[in-house]
């Protein structure tokens, strides 16, 4: 494989006391499309502004194309974040905002002008917006002049705060799209942080799942999805059963339910949870079976637009079942279920 | 019944005739109210008596006469030289605006975003003076400043420096002006610079401008409304200022607040110093409203 456009290295940063990166040692490759996903305060903030160049790291390194850039300072390194807050300059128009990078450089008006026209019509902006005042335009007009201005910068990654995370959904929805069809027409390096891990499923390469500061699991959407390293990757990754488990022979003991399924193969796995995506659960009819199954009782329904989400109960544990509308379960509430999965759908997370 | 249709009309009239009541009285009138009464007696009718009074009769004390512009055409007699008071005054403020902008940048940055918890403390202890009369405050630098005070004293014992005495010399009103208006530029700077979002800074150096162009492009147009109140009100007061030109000025210099203040005493003038009142205020008001032409208030409110 070609040298990593970035590598970080052991890379660290304290505040006081408080350790809010530790220890990342990761390779991002040219042109991917890479996400950061973590919980508030799990130091996916402060690991981005030590790549852009906003905060000093305290340990490691962070190289460029192979080149150490730990104390270049924002304005000298080759690189552009996106801010949470967009950080548009207020008392600019939409034109001088995005030129903002162009002018610092030089580069003659005329110049400017045109390259500014491009990433109108690249984002979609209407050319009249050149000379409108940025705090007239929408929230999602916003998004994507802070997005040109970023471009014409130029820079060799393009570094995204959760710039996403104040729209509503609907918008939200429609600019990741967007945003992945400019990283797939620019061909530029994304890396982009979110708590969403639904955002980053949409737009990413791969995926970094971290928490307290450590990169906890790195890997395709795919890979995170369905092979979570543990119950804090599998639990971010949206709704899912968990069941505490331990190992007995070759099947999986779970004491709530006081019962043994058998589960995936997995070496070295003493206890910790069994893992069921709820839509990988399904109703058996009277004579159906599977290789595991309960018997509940279905409590409530919800409607999710496409699918519909059903908890059953059994004992104290709670399951959730989710179905397309067209295999929905045909019965009552308070009616007795059995629930049933295959122990291949079921993945092993340690504690 | 006709209890009842009695009954029925009051209903139906009330709220025709609650309407317009209710438009009179608004809550905001209301609650401006006070406010445009104290306007009114302590703001608008000694501007108005000032106004009547510049066309009186010279040296009358009635302003119930034939109105006449004998008064002003004192003041522009070219065998007259009340002008040099007002340039004195407007150099001074000028002067004292230029060096209070120089001085309190650095500190309020600090203030704004480097001193943290201890800005409190530093804001604490510039208010601290305020709380001492400003005569007093000047006739301490008075003592500071004098032939063989503190200055002079520790120079000649230490260095065995004989300096003239600066005192009663005009760089010492216009020290004496930073020295008292320094809250009134500091503090409207200090919110002027916090207006600026960090993010916006950080984005203009992460967009590859240096330290300078981003101060140029980012941070000075962004806090300018601050640093223009800021400027405005130590303007209008330095230029109002009469105390410093005459405890620190000695009679060196009169400015135009001190030839007001002699002919509404000494002179007897009233007619007079009322013109050159309105004069000043003309002259200040046109300053300070093409300076606000240029500025968006909403803005330092905090409203977009």
């Given amino acids: 494989m070609a040298e990593p456009i970035l590598r970080l290295s052991g890379l660290t940063k304290h505040f006081g006391g408080f350790t809010a990166v530790k220890q990342i040692d990761l390779d991002i490759e040219e042109g991917e499309f890479f996400t950061i996903v973590g919980p508030s305060g799990s130091g996916k903030s402060t690991l981005v502004r030590m790549l852009a160049g906003l905060e000093e790291p305290s340990g490691g ?76 335009c929408s929230g999602g007009e916003r998004q994507r002049i802070a997005l040109a201005r970023a471009l014409a910068f130029d820079p060799e990654i393009l570094f995204f705060d959760e710039p996403l995370s104040a729209i509503d959904y609907k918008l939200r929805k429609t600019l990741e799209k967007e945003l992945k069809d400019i990283h797939k027409e620019t061909g530029k390096t994304f890396m982009y942080i979110t708590h969403s891990l639904e955002e980053a499923m949409v737009m990413s390469d791969r995926i970094g799942v971290m928490r307290d500061g450590k990169l906890v699991q790195i890997g395709t959407p795919e890979e995170i999805y369905t092979r979570p390293r543990d119950k804090f990757v599998s639990e971010f990754m949206g709704e899912v059963n968990l069941l505490k488990v331990k190992r007995n022979g070759a099947g999986l003991h779970c004491p709530s339910l006081d019962a043994t399924f058998t589960g995936p193969a997995s070496k070295g796995f003493d206890s910790g949870y069994l893992v069921i995506r709820p839509e990988y659960l399904r109703f058996l009819k009277p004579g159906e079976s599977a290789e595991n199954q309960v018997e509940g009782v279905l409590y409530n329904e919800y409607a999710l637009g496409s699918r519909i989400q059903y908890q059953v109960r059994v004992g104290e544990q709670v399951f959730l079942v989710e179905k397309l509308r067209e295999q929905r379960y045909h019965g009552r509430l308070d009616d007795r279920v059995t629930i049933g999965w295959e122990a291949r759908d079921s993945m092993l997370a340690p504690e | 019944m006709s209890t009842l249709s009695e009954a029925v009309a009051e209903t139906s009239v009330r709220p025709a005739r609650r309407m317009p009541r209710r438009r009179l009285f608004s809550p905001g009138l209301l609650a401006a109210l006070p406010v445009l009464a104290l306007l009114a007696i302590g703001f608008l009718a000694p501007l108005i008596a000032v106004t009547a009074f510049s066309f009186a009769e010279p040296r009358s004390f009635t302003v119930f006469g034939a109105p006449t512009l004998e008064n002003y055409r004192t003041i522009f007699s070219p065998a007259n030289t009340v002008y040099l008071s007002f340039v004195w005054s407007l150099v001074f403020a000028a002067l004292a605006v230029v060096l209070l902008a120089l001085l309190c940048y650095p500190v309020a940055y600090g203030l704004a975003h480097i001193f943290g918890r201890w800005a409190n403390l530093i804001t604490l202890l510039l208010v601290f003076p305020l709380f001492i009369s400003e005569n007093i405050r000047l006739f301490g630098w008075v003592l500071f400043f004098i032939k063989n005070g503190v200055l002079d004293g520790t120079l000649k014992s230490l260095f065995g420096l004989e300096l003239q005495s600066i005192l009663f010399t005009p760089p010492v009103i216009v020290f004496g002006m930073v020295y008292v208006y320094l809250p009134f530029m500091l503090f409207p700077m200090v919110l002027g610079l916090s207006m600026v979002p960090r993010e916006v800074v950080e984005a203009a150096g992460d967009l590859g401008a240096s330290r300078l162009q981003t101060f140029r492009e980012v941070e000075l147009p962004l806090a300018m409304p601050g640093f223009i109140i800021g400027g405005l009100l130590t303007f209008v007061l330095a230029v109002g200022a009469v105390a410093e030109s005459k405890v620190l000025g000695g009679q060196s210099v009169i400015v135009i607040t001190h030839d007001i203040e002699i002919a509404f005493t000494y002179a007897q003038n009233w007619p007079l110093g009322a013109a050159l009142s309105v004069l000043l205020t003309a002259v200040v008001g046109t300053l300070v409203l093409l300076v606000l032409r240029y500025l968006d208030l909403d803005r330092i409110l905090g409203r977009r």
């Fill in chain 1, 61 to 136: 390194e962070i190289l460029l194309r192979g080149e150490r850039i730990n104390e270049t300072p924002a304005n000298r390194r080759p690189t552009c974040m996106v801010f949470q807050s967009l950080a548009l300059f207020p008392h600019r128009t939409v034109g001088q905002n995005i030129e903002f990078p162009l002018k610092m450089r030089g580069v003659a008006r005329k110049a400017r002008r045109a390259r500014a026209m491009g990433l109108l019509r690249l984002l979609q902006l209407p050319e009249s917006y050149y000379g409108k005042s940025v705090t007239q």
